[in-house]
């Protein structure tokens, strides 16, 4: 059974930084992309940032310079680094991949990111 499991997420003052993690099971992450996406309240869920599987990477426009995606291989762990984080960061954060035959999307369960003022 595949699961995504998200953590990392808290409070944190403008500025400050956060490194989420995704951990699969019952997947092998490095053979596939994984992404991170976000949700504010009240409005839709929008892509991030994703990690290909030569580790190439891409990112929102808005966020480029502020955020990189990475993985670990051995940890079966995509980790999102946000660092100078700001108020309109706040949103729950999302990690996703899609697997199997047919293909079909996973979620995680989301991660809280609250970033004050």
């Known amino acids: 059974q595949v699961q995504l499991v998200e953590s990392g997420g808290g409070s944190v003052q403008a500025g400050g930084s956060l490194r989420l993690a995704c951990v699969g099971t019952?997947?092998?992450?490095?053979?596939?992309?994984t992404d991170w996406y976000r949700q504010a309240p009240g409005k839709q869920r929008d892509l991030v940032a994703q990690?290909?599987?030569?580790?190439?990477?891409h990112y929102a426009d808005s966020l480029k310079g502020r955020i990189t995606i990475s993985r670990d291989s051995a940890k079966n762990t995509v980790y999102l680094q946000m660092d100078s984080l700001r108020p309109e960061d706040t949103a729950v954060y999302y990690c996703?991949?899609?697997?199997?035959?047919?293909?079909?999307?996973?979620w995680g369960q989301g991660t809280q990111v609250t970033v004050s003022s």
């Open positions: 019952g997947i092998d992450l490095s053979t596939k992309v």
């Open positions: 990690i290909m599987r030569g580790d190439a990477t």
């Open positions: 996703h991949t899609v697997a199997g035959l047919p293909l079909r999307d996973y």
